[in-house]
């Protein structure tokens, strides 16, 4: 079973930036595409970025687009997101998820494991 971990949440101002790290311990992680999702209170989880098995691929959300990088490194078995420009409204909790093909995806139920989450909170 694969576990995640992400880390490097916190609390920043608008305008900052902050970059997440998730961990993969699964031997399977270069083989995947991954993805990065995240869940305002109240609202239902949503599509952030993806990534392909090699790092050839990548798509963003609308609303993260031009401000969000998504990378990731499979000798390290751990792929990043490089928030930029940070809103308020960018404040959820943000669970990274391997996929279950080698592009990655937009749509949830193409992930078969996920991370506990990591909270970014964005003060105005």
């Known amino acids: 079973q694969v576990q995640l971990e992400e880390s490097g949440g916190g609390l920043v101002q608008a305008g900052g930036s902050l970059r997440l790290s998730c961990a993969s311990s699964?031997?399977?992680?270069?083989?995947?595409?991954m993805g990065w999702f995240r869940q305002a209170p109240g609202k239902e989880r949503e599509f952030v970025a993806t990534?392909?098995?090699?790092?050839?691929?990548?798509r963003y959300a609308d609303s993260v687009k031009g401000r969000f990088t998504i990378s990731r490194d499979n000798a390290k078995n751990t792929v990043y997101l490089q928030m930029n420009n940070l809103k308020p409204e960018d404040t959820a909790v943000y669970y990274c998820?391997?996929?279950?093909?080698?592009?990655?995806?937009?749509?949830?139920?193409?992930?078969?494991?996920w991370g506990q989450g990591t909270q970014v909170t964005v003060s105005s």
């Open positions: 990534i392909s098995w090699n790092g050839g691929n990548t």
């Open positions: 699964g031997r399977t992680f270069s083989s995947y595409g």
């Open positions: 998820a391997q996929a279950n093909t080698r592009t990655g995806s937009s749509w949830q139920p193409g992930y078969t494991d």
